[in-house]
């Protein structure tokens, strides 16, 4: 049976029966393998750094130094320790007219960082060198990026708040860096005995200070309980403990979110990859069902036939499924280097596991889409030679059908590794196309009425043979639809989000943040900074959330924890501010204890008008009712508080000020002379960061571009596909119409009509659905302005016709050039 599965095979493909149905399934299986390389490779990175990414067994962190009995306890218990405090501030180098200045990510490290990994100090010319220890005091290691922009070089110095510090070596790596796709400053390095002479960590300083803690298992584990221990007694220490355990979770969550979303975009192209399989094969089972007659004939069985395509299709399957995997093996090193500096240089192999993968959806998809239409192949009786006619599906190729959608729906689960985010996809997906298809079925059941708006046979013909095969035509008009969709969304919301961004920088808005003004500087600075707009002062205290309604304050939100476990700013302000909007309830008047709340904190927290919330404002408790909501524009870059209140509450309480101002593009000395002027003063060009944050922007929106690429071919399979369907429908058709006296003209125009109605019904419910969904995300998930587009919609109309028009060609180019007698005498 093998032997005759093969023979079978190698004659249908010299006869071009298999080609299409190969490069469908090696499409699809390409589309899930070039992601799941790549998200395998992210998680071995993960894996691999997990044992030195905290440089430690464990880590304390807080926004103020921990108590004098946490350092004790870890002292008791034989751990090994060591220091850090985390800040951004300025860096400025040289003098006078050659003085230039950064916003870097300043570290200070006690002499035993770090407790696990090494730190790597880059050499010219040779390889990266371990360093010995930290750095001495009087000294500052820095990265490459912060070298190029100060125009550093080793023993060059470099003032840090009030202490110049000399470049002793420039960084490589670190063991504990954050791990974020984007870094927002460079490092600067420093030892904790200089920090104290730098007079950057007054009273209320935006800093992390961290304790790392090393030892044997035993001993971390039993501090560890300790320390929860200890913060749930008092929550108002706002410690966060990381383990490694605790961050393999949390970097596996991350991963996992990152794999689903690219495994959705993946699937969507393999749906229809898988269509157009379906349509392959059952265009097999049709050139086929006269074979099987002549071999039922000639004594084959049932069984034996299904046996012999099942093989066949079985060979078909491993070979399209290996070539699938070759193929995304090598798109995902498009995806990587698309992403650029996104994702690390060094990543690991990506091992077997996602080739596995790609091989076993490969056969899931063949057998789930290609196994209805080769059941009916068990239907053919000998009788067939004789009488042109085809039964019924019977009741297991109806089954069939069920069970390959279940073993899609399966797939998607499988792919996404969430049972509901599969299972929402693949209903979503049905019924995006169950709508498109009632639209198109209308769309084409209305095309009667065109059929005598031009008085020309060409335009006839095509809406007759439109009509006539109406189910291929919403097969092909659904699936260039889908596709299309999904390129115009995401062009859309790119466009939209970076139109916003920069439209919330106009001429003149505000470019640079000032922050950590103390009380004393206020009058002074503002003078200062008059000739840049008389920018707003405003005056910001920090608290932690202790208590809402008498009950503490608590969450197992990650994003309302983050709040409750950190000190936020507290803002004193008499009136209500733009960018701010009132959206809910009165502005205090400062006649009682009252505050205004930032509409989106309150959802997170769970806070509603007339709530009392308590803080813990520098060992004071600051008690308020909620008396308003407050919807802040944060990309208008101004400063703004989650919690505003009046000034009378506050009076007494520590605070600093905060503004910001628009500085010009040629003035590039300003950052330099403010933080040599004013040492504690933290300058942020937030300019940078949207230039930063728009190309990381557009990077990710390449590499989601390219995985689309792989849904747009896979809409063109499936049109093509449904035109191969009725190709030999087509060839009858033509042949019967130029035997009654049509030209080949005539009959040529026709199908460019009909490819161009097509195309341009598909790209407007394209449009339509990519109008719908815009809208959504602008309105529910990116809080954007939306704006009707009509461009969209000429988009869609354009690309619509244009593919329906290529995928038309591709498909029926051969239709006219067969003679007429020679068609008629095959039927």
Not at 2 to 19: H, K, N, V, Y
Not at 24 to 31: D, G, Q, Y
Not at 99 to 110: N, T, Y
Not at 596 to 618: H, N, W
Request: charged content about 15%.
């Amino acid at each position: 049976m093998f032997r005759l599965s093969f023979s079978s095979m190698l004659r249908d493909w010299r006869a071009g029966e298999l080609r299409f149905l190969l490069a469908a399934l090696m499409l699809s299986v390409a589309a899930l393998s070039s992601v799941n390389f790549f998200t395998a490779r992210m998680g071995a990175s993960i894996a691999r750094n997990a044992g030195q990414v905290l440089a430690a067994d464990l880590v304390l962190a807080s926004d103020q130094p921990l108590p004098a009995d946490v350092y004790a306890e870890a002292q008791r218990r034989g751990l090994h320790s060591a220091e850090t405090v985390a800040m951004l501030n300025m860096a400025v180098a040289g003098k006078g007219d050659d003085g230039l200045s950064m916003l870097v990510a300043l570290k200070s490290v006690s002499d035993a960082y770090p407790l696990r990994g090494h730190m790597k100090l880059r050499r010219d010319g040779q390889p990266d060198a371990i360093a010995t220890g930290a750095p001495k005091p009087g000294t500052v290691w820095v990265d490459q990026t912060l070298t190029a922009a100060l125009n550093l070089h080793i023993g060059s110095t470099v003032r840090i708040g009030d202490r110049s510090l000399t470049v002793a070596e420039v960084i490589a790596s670190e063991p504990d860096a954050a791990a974020s796709f984007i870094t927002l400053a460079p490092r600067a390095m420093m030892s904790a005995a200089d920090l104290m002479s730098t007079n950057l960590l007054q009273q209320h300083a935006i800093a992390t200070h961290r304790l790392l803690l090393a030892g044997e298992p035993a001993q971390v584990a039993g501090f560890e309980q300790w320390i929860k221990a200890r913060v749930a007694a008092s929550p108002k220490l706002g410690i966060e403990i990381s383990s490694i355990a605790s961050m393999g979770k949390d970097s596996q969550s991350m991963q996992e979110q990152v794999h689903q979303f690219l495994s959705l975009v993946s699937l969507l192209s393999a749906l229809l990859a898988g269509i157009a399989v379906a349509m392959a094969a059952r265009r097999f089972m049709q050139r086929h069902l006269d074979a099987c007659a002549v071999m039922r004939c000639l004594g084959q069985t049932q069984s034996q036939q299904m046996r012999m395509y099942l093989l066949e299709f079985l060979m078909l399957g491993a070979a399209g499924s290996v070539g699938g995997v070759l193929l995304g093996f090598g798109s995902h090193f498009v995806l990587l280097e698309w992403l650029g500096k996104l994702v690390a240089a060094d990543l690991p192999p990506p091992g077997w596991q996602p080739a596995l993968q790609g091989l076993a959806a490969g056969m899931v998809l063949l057998l789930g889409f290609a196994l209805p239409p080769l059941l009916q192949l068990r239907n053919v009786s000998q009788v067939r030679l004789l009488r042109r006619e085809q039964e019924a599906p019977q009741a297991r190729t109806v089954a069939s059908y069920v069970l390959g959608a279940a073993m899609f729906a399966a797939l998607l689960v499988w792919q996404t590794g969430d049972v509901m985010l599969g299972l929402i996809a693949a209903a979503a997906f049905a019924l995006c196309g169950a709508v498109f298809g009632l639209v198109a079925w209308l769309g084409i059941g209305s095309l009667q009425r065109m059929r005598g708006l031009f008085d020309h046979p060409a335009w006839r013909f095509a809406i007759t043979d439109m009509r006539r095969r109406p189910a291929a035509n919403v097969t092909q008009i659904v699936a260039l639809a889908l596709g299309l969709t999904a390129l115009l969304l995401l062009t859309v919301v790119r466009g939209d989000l970076l139109a916003t961004w920069r439209q919330a920088t106009p001429e003149g808005a505000p470019n640079h943040y000032i922050i950590n003004i103390q009380p004393d500087q206020q009058q002074e600075l503002a003078a200062r900074l008059r000739s840049y707009g008389r920018p707003q002062m405003h005056v910001l205290s920090r608290g932690r959330l202790i208590a809402i309604n008498g009950k503490p304050a608590k969450s197992d939100d990650p994003r309302a924890k983050d709040i409750v476990e950190r000190e936020i700013e507290i803002e004193q302000a008499s009136q209500l501010r733009a960018p701010n909007t009132l959206t809910a309830g009165r502005w205090y008047d400062g006649s009682a204890a009252e505050t205004s709340v930032d509409k989106g904190i309150a959802e997170i927290l769970g806070i509603k008008l007339g709530d009392r919330v308590t803080f813990d404002v520098a060992g004071e408790t600051l008690d308020v009712k909620v008396t308003s909501l407050r919807k802040v524009d944060w990309r208008a870059h101004q400063v703004g508080a989650a919690f505003e209140v009046s000034p009378k509450l506050m009076a007494g309480m520590p605070m600093t000020l905060a503004t910001t101002v628009h500085v010009p593009q040629d003035d590039r000395r300003f950052s330099y002379l403010l933080a040599r002027d004013y040492p504690n003063v933290s300058v942020f060009d937030i300019s940078a960061f949207l230039q930063r944050m728009q190309e990381t922007l557009a990077q990710v929106s390449a590499a989601v571009e390219f995985l689309f690429a792989f849904t747009l071919a896979s809409g063109l399979l499936v049109l093509y596909a449904a035109m191969a369907g009725s190709l030999d429908a087509r060839k009858r058709q033509a042949a019967l119409l130029r035997a009654l006296g049509a030209t080949r003209g005539q009959l040529s125009q026709a199908q460019w009509i009909e490819h161009l109605l097509t195309g341009a019904l598909a790209g407007s419910l394209a449009a339509g659905g990519a109008t719908a969904a815009s809208w959504a995300l602008a309105r529910f998930s990116f809080h954007l302005e939306w704006h009707w587009s009509p461009l969209l919609w000429t988009a869609g109309l354009v690309a619509g016709a244009l593919c329906a028009l290529f995928g038309g060609w591709a498909g029926l180019r051969n239709v006219l050039n067969q003679p007429p007698l020679l068609s008629l005498r095959e039927n």
